[in-house]
């Protein structure tokens, strides 16, 4: 088996410090970083950008896709940092990529390039000669070298990543983002407190719309108010045994020296508000808010009882919470990575906590295998036999995990937002088959929960050819990518 690399949130600079206490028992995770009773200094907080879904289903269905095909072509046979000179070109192959750079659906397609291709520190620009100027953005790193070489061997992957990162709603929905051997990703050691909702204003906007107790203070705001909407800050995900008792304080000595902080506690991996949820955001929920904290010298203390919201793990029911913090005085500034924090454990063993929890404890659930080649530009005869509802066609591919009790219906949900569409509206060109259950599935290597990313999977068309760089996804939640949280989203018991 091949060794696996993946990604998801990348830490910010910064320091934390974590305690936990309780009884000992046998640990749920191998995981020599959540060693109870130790204090841990950890770098990160935040953060979801490109470890997302959220390409919108409509950049690759036909009628858009087509508009870009002369793009397409030409881009995978030069260096990227040649866009401009492509589009600048006085021939027919240069108007035909200014037509289809005008499209928001072009546009959002070569924001996901852009994105899976180059690290984070480059950026793609492109005039359109208009009086505005277009800049994507790099996340991922899949193939760097793709800036300014045009023989690289990675753009499949490229492929593969923005096939994968496309969904029906699109919604922005952070994921797990795998590859075999020879992708330059590792999982993530801690997975920072989501600072984006799912949901956006506008599907072609780069991120979910902003959680309110993020953004900046405008003034005027209550010194130690806990139900404050502005001026939190994320720290990281951890996970919990369900009905345990989780109990977390930040050390009077701290409170004696330091600026007031206050924590808050939200119930699963997204940041949240006080009170109530917003019925727009119900995956994004507070528990019972603390008193402030650092009240007389004394440290803030903040009590909850940890969710079933968390898959089972050895038969035990887990559940997952995310930290904020953020200043007792609304016009102070504070480091909230920089601040201790002592996490008590009741009701369940130490070892049942991971905080902050990693990549792979968060993100349990084998969703499937995707890849393809966006280079490609189908025949006349191909497009006769396209519907024009199809997400994926021509050589654009996706295969489901074992987990669910129908794979076809759950990837129709998530790139279609339909399970069971008529056969007048198919949403792939090639029927979707199994990753890996048997012998002769469409891939050479299963993914156990949690494990190995696919490898080798084969085209659904009679043709023979192998892809060597799939995609495979893990998902927080069954249903994070689905419309109908029911018919199209039903897992085998595990």
């Known amino acids: 088996m091949r060794h696996l690399y993946s990604v998801f949130a990348l830490a910010t600079s910064s320091v934390i410090g974590l305690m936990a206490c309780a009884s000992e028992a046998p640990q749920m995770d191998d995981d020599e970083t959540q060693t109870p009773g130790r204090m841990m200094r950890l770098l990160g907080g935040g953060g979801d950008e490109e470890k997302s879904n959220g390409l919108p289903a409509e950049a690759l269905k036909p009628a858009a896709y087509d508009l870009s095909a002369v793009l397409r072509q030409q881009l995978w046979k030069v260096p990227l940092g040649k866009l401009q000179s492509l589009a600048d070109e006085p021939t027919a192959e240069g108007d035909a990529i200014r037509k289809a750079l005008k499209t928001k659906e072009t546009r959002a397609l070569m924001r996901y390039i852009v994105s899976c291709a180059l690290p984070s520190d480059e950026v793609l620009k492109y005039d359109p000669h208009d009086g505005t100027n ?18 690289p061997s990675c753009r499949d992957t490229v492929s593969s990543c923005v096939v994968a990162r496309t969904n029906a709603l699109a919604a922005h929905v952070p994921v797990s983002i795998r590859g075999p051997a020879g992708f330059p990703l590792e999982l993530s050691k801690r997975v920072g407190t989501q600072r984006n909702y799912r949901e956006k204003v506008d599907a072609y906007d780069e991120n979910g719309i902003p959680i309110e107790s993020f953004q900046a203070c405008s003034g005027g705001e209550s010194y130690g108010d806990v139900t404050r909407k502005c001026g939190w800050q994320s720290l990281y995900v951890g996970r919990c045994q369900a009905g345990s008792t989780l109990t977390i304080t930040t050390p009077d000595s701290y409170c004696a020296t330091e600026p007031a902080v206050m924590v808050r506690a939200c119930k699963g991996i997204y940041g949240c508000q006080s009170g109530a949820p917003n019925p727009a955001h119900p995956y994004s929920a507070a ?113 489901f995990s074992g987990i669910w009790q129908n794979g076809t219906a759950q990837l129709n949900e998530r790139m279609c937002a339909n399970p069971f569409p008529p056969a007048n509206q198919k949403c792939f060109q090639y029927a979707p088959g199994a990753c890996y259950a048997s012998a002769g599935d469409r891939c050479a290597a299963g993914a156990p929960v949690p494990g190995p990313a696919y490898d080798d999977c084969k085209e659904t068309q009679p043709i023979a050819s192998v892809w060597k760089e799939p995609i495979t996804i893990f998902l927080n939640a069954p249903c994070d990518l689905a419309s109908k949280r029911g018919d199209g989203c039903a897992v085998k018991q595990r």
């Open 134 to 151: 277009v800049v994507w953005r790099g996340g991922l790193g899949l193939c760097s070298e793709w800036l300014t070489n045009d023989g």
């Open 287 to 399: 528990y019972p808010d603390a008193s402030p904290g650092c009240a007389n010298g004394k440290g803030s203390k903040l009590s909850f009882k940890c969710e079933p919201n968390g898959p089972k793990i050895a038969g035990v029911q887990t559940g997952y919470f995310s930290l904020m913090l953020a200043p007792q005085d609304p016009k102070e500034a504070v480091d909230a990575t920089s601040v201790p924090l002592e996490i008590n454990v009741a009701g369940a063993p130490s070892s049942s906590l991971a905080y902050p929890a990693t990549e792979e404890q968060v993100f349990t659930w084998p969703e499937g295998g995707f890849y393809g080649d966006l280079s490609y530009n189908a025949t006349e005869n191909e497009k006769k036999r396209r519907l024009g509802t199809e997400t994926l066609h021509g050589k654009m591919y996706a295969c």
